[in-house]
């Protein structure tokens, strides 16, 4: 019956490229995360009355989140060309398109970041470094545990964004089921093609969401 | 046999000079002495001096902070020692410098001039790994107990070990005895969002006393509990303060804290220490106007203060005020006064409450009768060491 509605569809290629924006999608949400939070907590950790208070850094480093999370991020691809090429070798595949996806989404996870150590109580700093705690375990035993589930919900909303930006990629050749909705699909015509490339987004950003939600569920305690 | 008299006389006036926590430790260095030699009388009273010593030494203390573009002066020159084992309280109204002044202790403020010497230490040359040292024997509970919601009672009690390097065998043990001390026994894997006020502030005293520090701080400590909790956890600090002889600086803006377990207290007002001494000197003979105001707090009551000013204006007789310590207030004083002397008596309003060592109350009374012998009954009741006070104007 499926071979019916989507006479067009040829399968293995589906796969395939459900493979390479998973692969895409898994690869940057991880480094976003990692880069997020250190970028997070730098900008938490330098503000005003903070452990590391530093105008300077503060300034430079919110400016840096500003300006990379404001570029439209097809135009941020095009800029990125250079570095991909640099760091990557070539400008296809699943691979060229993760410096992009991870210079566009970390500043914008960075900020849910920032949100999220915020929204600590300073009480429970305080009571840290009354105990003697240094700044390293001030981050990795209260500010992180503290807010885990926010830094959790928050990769969940940045990684399905990622989602829709690997298809965005894949409009210029990163592959994926971009390319395969955009190649395949739309340039011949065949919207069975770019159908079920989109139902296939969309159990993917739903599985993505209903993960993030069931781990947000067991981390909160409050 | 002599030995054994200059010992226990020793103990004793150890014990009265810094109150109840003393009689135990006082007797510990006693027993712990017993021996005849010269040697030993010398260790005797380097243990005793030691027992009386000053913890924490504050002297010219001044904190000003910037804000947007006006100072603000938050402690302003204050000087004060605080004796080890003793339950100190800092009372004063909020904005008064009393949260600032306890964050200079553990150096969570640094003060703009002055020195703080902390058993020893001077604690504003301190940084880095010094400062964290010395931190971790200078515990502190809070006014909203300030535990990490993603950790149960039991991790929590051990992050301090976990800060201090502790092993794990070491730390499981150390906590399950901590909560045992603070009786939260069986709500070990609890989260704290899973647990009452009084239940937070135990894991929070728990994970204060988990590094055996020398003073506790405690910021407010009760102020976010009901009454009953505020009893409970006074009563535990008590218990704290005499089992393990732990120094107790607290801040607190309700004169009934400072009433139940305080030795000694200092009254803040706009950064200065008004007034320190003893309890119980405090409130027989309140000196600032500040503290006449916080004990009022626990023993006025405002609908008898329009019946009393209706009395003041009554010119038949003499309202005066009996002011009652310690043991006065077990003695028949009244009862002697109308016997000897030809006078009425009216009792306006009576009022008694039992503080850290010993009892404290008023008495308002009307004095009816010939004025002569009326002079005659106040300067009895003077003799008899009761403070007493002439209101009506006549």
Redesign the interface.
Known sequence: MIEQWFPNVNWDKMWEATGETLYMTAFSTVLTFIFGIALGLLLFLTSRGQLWSNRFTNVITAAFVNIFRSIPFIILIILLFPVTKFLIGTLRGPNAALPALIIGAAPFYARMVLIALQEIDRGVIEAARSMGAKTTTIIFKVLLPESMPALVSGITVTSIALVGYTAMAGAIGAGGLGTLAYLEGFQRSRGDVTMMATILVLVIVFIIQFIGDLIVKRLDKR | MQLGVFKSGRCRLASAGVGKTETTRGAGICSASAGTDTLNYQNIITDLLKAVQKMIQLTNVHKRFQLNQAEIVAVDDVTLAIKEGEIFGVIGYSGAGKSTLIRLL?G?EQPTSGSIVINDLEMTTLKGAG??????K???I?Q?F??????TVEDNIS??L???GVKKAERDAKVKELIDLVGLSGREKA???QLSGGQKQRVGIA?ALA?DPEVL?CDEATSALDPETTNAILDLLTEINERLGLTIVLITHEMQVIRKICHRVAVMEAGKVVEVGNVLDVFQSPQAEITKRFISQVSDNADADEAIKHLQEDTNGKLVKLTFIGERTEQPVLAELIRKFEIDVNIVQGNISALHDGAYGTLMLQLIGNPAIIDEAISYLHANEVKTEVLTND
């Open positions: 553990n969570l400062l964290r040292n010395a931190r971790q200078i515990s502190m809070f909203h300030n535990l990490l919601w993603s950790r992050f301090p976990e800060i201090a989260y704290p969002s994970r590094n701080l």
